[in-house]
């Protein structure tokens, strides 16, 4: 099974910075994609960010120019630098990693998702 742990997020004023980590542990073979989603209150669940195993990334055009992914391949961890945060940032931010993980049968693909981490944006 694979992990994903995530840190970082909180209460900022507008135009303010965080910055979010997303830690993967388990029986990894080999890391496919990482990425960021976020929830508003009312709203579906939309891609913010993402990194594939060659390191392109892609990001929504609501946070281009703001927020960057970034991966310390070495840790398994993947980041969301969020500059100039706006009030409609508001939201749980949910870590995505689709990992190829060593199984008792074999290697296997495997979406795995994080539990969340709630971004305010409020003065």
């Known amino acids: 099974q694979v992990q994903l742990v995530e840190s970082g997020g909180g209460l900022v004023q507008p135009g303010g910075s965080l910055r979010l980590s997303c830690a993967a542990s388990?029986?990894?073979?080999?890391?496919?994609?990482m990425g960021w989603y976020r929830q508003a209150p009312g709203k579906e669940r939309e891609l913010v960010a993402d990194?594939?195993?060659?390191?392109?990334?892609n990001s929504a055009n609501s946070v281009k120019g703001r927020f960057t992914i970034s991966r310390d391949n070495a840790k398994n961890t993947v980041f969301l630098q969020m500059n100039s945060l706006k009030p409609e940032d508001t939201a749980v931010y949910y870590c995505?990693?689709?990992?190829?993980?060593?199984?008792?049968?074999?290697?296997?693909?495997?979406?795995?998702w994080g539990q969340g981490t709630l971004v305010t944006v409020s003065s």
């Open positions: 995505n990693g689709q990992f190829t993980v060593v199984t008792t049968v074999g290697l296997r693909e495997r979406d795995v």
């Open positions: 388990g029986n990894i073979f080999s890391i496919n994609a």
């Open positions: 990194i594939t195993r060659g390191g392109t990334t």
